[in-house]
């Protein structure tokens, strides 16, 4: 049996088999051949393997996400059958004399310009098609394999580190936990276990070899331990612990459609942050009762070019049906820092959590914007839509925010395309935002303080630099100060205030928000029903209890 000590950023018990995770980069060179015939062959071969495996994708999205979402692979298919494609590989490697690898991949980049070109969007949203075609053609030629297992039995993922734009790529059903060699707290494969509620370690030491791959695993989230190959004692007692979490969990289940009420009668929104559809279950099956941010910006990210209006409707409009007249407060787009999208070509930045992101690129690529308003406003009609805009730090920002969206609401009103009422809010996330809360709040129906970020500034620490997780302390007076006064001044103006940072999950803290005045907590859907416990067991009727709950954490009244 192999012990490693790494993390917890969640806890629980997973016990099942290893999936390694390695990043496999195509390295194309240009190389002259001797035997072109062969070279043609080998793309042939390469053609009919990558047919084959978008046949068994097929197959398999009719099951999972039916006609309508297996479609693309059916276009993949035709598309690597076009004669023109294949003309153009055949003749860079017969005139040329190169490289099946090399004429793949340069008939991709003139196949995907020629479509970039095109006036249709349609047209041009085949360019991403035909470089997905071709890297899987170009992925089977070089040996790397891309197939998923055959086998349905959920894993344990263990990688190295993952970025935002490859947890986004899993099957959340077949997810375990997640163990990683490096990583922060504040990670956003941290936030995607949270939303799952899966065990995850980061910042465990493991030599990553081929040889973990199908080994029996035990992640303990509570502890922070991970047993490779547990003996059968240990196994037993992991085994024990796992029944005692699952017991735990179903009496928490009696609390799912119970409303989010303290002792002493003051009712809280409990809602759910969520990255995209596949989360909706997870936030129906804990009781949320709406959404308090989507973060749309992951329909941008681990694509090759910007989702149209239409595909972000039909994304909005799901939500917003599913979760039947509940509020839904989706994000405008949040690209930046460690989220990135190279479609979006922002360029190296030395210091990329204070440089161009979020509302930042909103207001200066306002193309962008109005697409993601019109598809979150034509959405509005099928729900109760909310809009939220990110790392504003100024008045400034929140007027030219209004003024764009009011101009995509007229132009949809003048084209008759229904509406909802929507309202408008702002993440509270920079210090700059907390010390004008006074005067945003008279511009804005609600605020929800972004803590992940809103710690960063205050503290100046990176909160994706692994080596500053010591002094990244969420608990800081400076950090709880300005929850303090921001709630404050939002109740000033009438306005409701919530909390969507992870700050949010810390039931350490549920007592002191609740005594704070906090109107709403978004949480991981796997934390929705614990939250909902604290808050329903908090009485502060009595005024001297509440005042003594902020005089512990260094809180003055502010009045």
Not at 40 to 49: G, H, I, L
Not at 85 to 94: A, E, G, L, R, W
Not at 435 to 452: C, H, P, Q, R, Y
Not at 469 to 474: H, I, L, T
């Amino acid at each position: 049996m192999e012990k490693c000590a790494g993390k917890s950023v969640f806890g629980g018990i997973a016990i099942g088999r290893i999936l390694l995770f390695k990043k496999q980069e195509q390295q194309v060179r240009r190389q002259k051949v001797d035997n072109p015939e062969l070279e043609e062959k080998r793309f042939e071969d390469a053609r009919q393997e990558a047919m084959r495996q978008l046949g068994k994708l097929h197959e398999k999205a009719l099951v999972n996400v039916g006609e309508s979402g297996a479609e693309i692979f059916e276009v993949h298919q035709m598309m690597l059958e076009d004669d023109d494609y294949i003309d153009s590989v055949m003749n860079i490697i017969s005139s040329q004399q190169m490289n099946a690898e090399y004429a793949v991949a340069v008939t991709s980049d003139n196949f995907a310009k020629m479509f970039e070109s095109m006036d249709d969007d349609y047209m041009r949203g085949r360019a991403a098609d035909v470089r997905d075609i071709s890297n899987r053609v170009i992925n089977i030629l070089l040996g790397i394999n891309q197939e998923e297992e055959d086998s349905d039995e959920p894993r344990i993922i263990v990688a190295d580190d993952l970025a935002p734009s490859e947890t986004v790529q899993f099957d959340k059903s077949k997810l375990l936990a997640f163990v990683t060699v490096h990583g922060s707290t504040n990670s956003h494969t941290a936030i995607l276990a949270r939303t799952m509620g899966i065990p995850a370690l980061i910042g465990t030491p493991l030599a990553l070899q081929d040889s973990l791959n199908g080994k029996l695993a035990v992640v303990d989230g509570d502890e922070g331990v991970f047993y490779i190959d547990p003996d059968e004692e240990t196994l037993m007692k992991m085994q024990k612990k796992e029944e005692a979490t699952k017991e735990n969990q179903e009496l928490l289940l009696q609390l799912k459609n119970q409303k989010t009420v303290t002792k002493d009668g003051r009712e809280i929104m409990s809602y759910a942050n969520i990255g995209n559809l596949k989360d909706l279950p997870l936030v129906l099956q804990n009781g949320g009762e709406g959404i308090g941010l989507f973060r749309s910006e992951f329909l941008y990210i681990g694509k090759d070019t910007f989702p149209g209006e239409q595909e972000q409707f039909e994304v909005y409009r799901t939500v917003a049906e599913n979760m039947a007249g509940k509020e839904v407060v989706i994000r405008t787009l949040d690209i930046g820092a460690d989220k990135k999208a190279d479609y979006f070509e922002l360029g190296a930045e030395e210091n990329p959590a204070m440089g161009m992101r979020a509302i930042r690129i909103c207001l200066t690529r306002p193309e962008i914007f109005k697409t993601q308003l019109r598809a979150i406003y034509r959405a509005s009609a099928f729900g109760h839509i909310s809009i939220m805009y990110p790392m504003i730090t100024s008045l400034e920002e929140v007027a030219k925010a209004k003024q764009i969206s009011s101009e995509v609401r007229k132009e949809l009103t003048s084209l008759g395309v229904p509406i909802g009422k929507v309202k408008e809010g702002i993440m509270i996330e920079t210090p700059a935002a907390v010390m004008i809360s006074d005067l945003l709040a008279k511009e804005v129906d609600f605020f929800s303080i972004g803590t992940n970020d809103l710690t960063q500034y205050s503290l100046a620490i990176d909160r994706q630099n692994q080596n500053l997780d010591d002094f990244y302390n969420s608990h800081h007076t400076a950090v709880l100060r300005m929850i303090y006064k921001t709630v404050v001044n939002a109740h000033r103006a009438g306005i409701w205030c919530g909390i969507c940072g992870e700050l949010g999950a810390d039931r350490s803290l549920t007592e002191l928000f609740m005594a704070m005045g906090v109107d709403e907590l978004s949480v991981s859907p796997g934390s929705i029903l614990p939250v909902r416990k604290a808050i329903c067991e908090t009485d502060l009727s009595d005024p001297a209890y509440r005042k003594k709950i902020l005089s512990d954490w260094n809180l003055e009244e502010l009045c």
